[in-house]
């Protein structure tokens, strides 16, 4: 089945099969992972200009689970961590941050991921707490950096000129039911450099007015087919 190419600022299709045959080892050798859209050029908040350095991130998904490959041009001044670091603490370097809204409730997930294969996860919800002019405008998180995904995997490698990531995130670990060919998810893809004193780079697969990156109605949408 071939698929459609993703609109890299507004949604990507989603390969959807019944079962996902993955190796989660930081490779991309899997003929699902050769059909699934690229979603390339993440732009800088506010001037929309492109990434200094190169990402790629390819997303499919079974009845069981979401399923992550990236891929990251080396980015100069940034080091990769020589150290595992504990669940949440990761240390501040070279980073995919994947957000994702699985259902029509409040309920948001982020996800930061390090070329060590060190996680940060999030659950949190926007609250809509200015109406003026009749628009509505997300601006309080309720954050809980305490909330895990028990069943997350995810497999980082260092390749020298570039490092990759694959990432497994069961549907169950975020309250969501698996997905019906049609449907639809919003979902945020963000690299974050912050291993120098200012943010070497901080981009995004949508366009956003600011950094603020996790406000759900600026998000892209995930197409499952």
């Not at 979902?187 to 981009?203: F, K």
Request: charged share 25%.
């Amino acid at each position: 089945m071939a698929y459609s190419v993703c609109d890299y600022r507004m949604q990507t299709t989603v390969p959807l099969v019944e079962k996902a045959d993955i190796t989660m080892d930081g490779l991309d050798n899997e003929p699902l992972w050769a059909v699934a859209p690229r979603v390339t050029r993440l732009v800088n908040a506010g001037t929309y200009s492109p990434e200094g350095a190169d990402t790629q991130v390819r997303i499919a998904a079974d009845a069981e689970a979401l399923y992550l490959f990236a891929e990251f041009a080396r980015i100069k001044s940034s080091s990769i961590p020589t150290e595992v670091a504990p669940r949440d603490k990761m240390p501040p370097t070279d980073t995919l941050e994947f957000f994702i809204k699985p259902t029509d409730d409040d309920r948001q997930y982020q996800f930061m991921v390090d070329a060590k294969g060190n996680v940060t996860d999030i659950s949190f919800t926007w609250r809509l707490v200015d109406t003026k002019v009749g628009e509505g405008i997300w601006n309080r998180a309720v954050r809980n950096v305490r909330w895990n995904a028990e069943n997350l995997v995810v497999k980082s490698r260092d390749l020298g000129d570039r490092w990759t990531l694959e990432m497994k995130l069961p549907w169950s670990d975020i309250g969501a039911k698996p997905p019906k060919a049609g449907g639809t998810m919003r979902a945020n893809i963000c690299r974050g450099d912050y291993s120098g004193v200012m943010h070497n780079q901080t981009t995004s697969w949508t366009l956003q007015k600011s950094a603020i990156f996790s406000m759900w109605p600026d998000w892209g949408t995930l197409v499952f087919a």
